[in-house]
Structure formats: C-alpha cells, structure tokens
C-alpha cells in the first residue's frame, strides 16, 4: 500500500503529477534464491532463515521515482509457515568476499518488533499468515529474517570439491538447508575449486548445488543431499544438461 502523492523525481526530487509506473518483484523460494543471487547470508557470515524478500521501484515516462522524506509503503508478504522474530535487511556487498557476492545488512533502525505476525483475512484467500512492515527504501533488495539461534558450540564449516575445470570463473555453488527457508552462496579460498562456508548449523540436512557454465555457453550441473556433520566436505561432479532441467531441479528442491 503506498499513499497518493508520495513520489517525487529521484534526480531533483521534484513533484510528481499523473500516471506513474510501479514494480513490486517478490522471492520466496530457495529456487528462485538460487535464479536472482540472493543467498540467504548477512555480511558477517551468519545464517538467515528468510521470510520472502522483496524490491520496489518507481518510474514515470522512463526516468526513476523516489518516496518523498518521511513516507513509506506497506508491504503484507504471505507464508504458509509463519515464524517469529523476524528482522529487515538490506543487500549489500561486502568487500570482504566479492563484488560478485551479495549479502545482507540490518537496517539501523530494525528491531524484532517491527515486522508483525498476522493472520490471514477472511476477505482475501490466501493462505497461513503474513509478515507486515512499512519501509521507505527503494531499488534494492529487502529481505524479511531472522536469525538462527544456534550455539556457536553447535556450528561448522562445509565445503564441496570439484574438478580443476569448475572454478569461481565459471561456477557457482550452493548449500541448501532442507528443512528451513535458508540458501548460502559457497565461496573458494585458496584452492578455486573447493568452495567453502562456515557457521552452518551441525545436524542440519542440506543439499549441495553447483552450476556452471562453459566459454561456448554449456550449462553443467550436480547436487547432493547430506547431512551436516564436523568440517563436512562432498565432491560434485557437475555434467552437461540443459538450463530447461537445472530450473526443473531448482523448482523441485526441498
């Protein structure tokens, strides 16, 4: 929901009259996390279980809009497995990893009640509950999350190997958390082919995925189903398929 009159031009912040272009896009599958890059991972590391995420923007006759100061819009994302305690954060990328990796960063003013659990009105159909919240930030990434609350006594790191040919230039690996809403994107250290990560939680049942693509444009693609245990480490054999089946894949994982 976004009042009337709340958009003024982003480049001189003039008024805006007449008709004007909104895009409101949405994720919410670990598939579609995997297809638009938006690992679920703040910029120290730390696991998020995800609640949807979301982007807004504005425009009139091509040229970008921005809400005027001290307005916001509404936005009411459905779930059909509610959780609490969530927060709101933004995309950034830490120059810690990449430019090519993004992360997220709590916005200065999130607190755990800022986001409300509600049910589901009669008057729409839709199901289970929504998470509700009102921000004022526009062309970037918002993810509704929380925190995992797992003892750092009960943390590990994970890897996957693959052959010399699949490499960060070509590749990219995900681990999976089957049974939360939760991707991380693997990163390399010294050796470009073992992607790497750390503070998963221990026990947890992942699937690892890898996906590639060749100089003459070939897709190739594995994954594996584990469970976490200390330092855990799987191999992935990545094979020539097509990007009709990889989206298949995504589409159907846990």
């Not at 609490?84 to 709590?106: G, H, I, V």
């Not at 199901?127 to 990434?141: E, H, K, L, Q, V």
């Not at 690892?208 to 693509?213: C, G, K, P, Q, S």
Request: hydrophobic content about 40%; overall charge negative; charged content about 20%.
């Amino acid at each position: 929901f976004v009042l009337p009159n709340a958009f003024v031009k982003a480049n001189n912040g003039q008024p805006v009259t007449g008709e004007i272009d909104l895009g409101l896009y949405e994720v919410k599958t670990k598939g579609d996390m995997i297809r638009f890059n938006l690992p679920t991972m703040t910029t120290d590391l730390r696991v998020l279980e995800s609640g949807g995420m979301v982007y807004f923007a504005a425009e009139q006759n091509g040229q970008p809009l921005r809400l005027k100061p001290g307005y916001s819009f509404e936005i009411n994302q459905w779930t059909e497995n509610p959780v609490q305690d969530m927060r709101l954060f933004f995309e950034t990328f830490p120059p810690s990893l990449s430019d090519t990796f993004n992360a997220w960063a709590l916005f200065p003013d999130s607190i755990e009640n800022n986001v409300i659990l509600t049910s589901s009105p009669d008057t729409i159909n839709l199901p289970g509950f929504g998470f509700f919240y009102a921000i004022d930030t526009m062309y970037t990434w918002i993810n509704c999350d929380r925190f995992l609350d797992v003892p750092a006594s009960q943390l590990t790191n994970a890897s996957a190997k693959l052959s010399d040919v699949f490499t960060t230039e070509n590749t990219a690996v995900y681990l999976v958390f089957n049974e939360l809403n939760s991707v991380i994107r693997l990163w390399t250290l010294s050796d470009p082919s073992l992607f790497h990560g750390e503070n998963f939680p221990l026990d947890a049942k992942v699937t690892f995925l890898a996906v590639a693509v060749s100089q003459d444009g070939a897709y190739f693609f594995d994954k594996k189903t584990t469970t976490l245990s200390v330092g855990k480490q799987v191999e992935l054999l990545p094979k020539e398929t097509s990007l009709e089946k990889i989206l298949d894949s995504l589409e159907d994982l846990p």
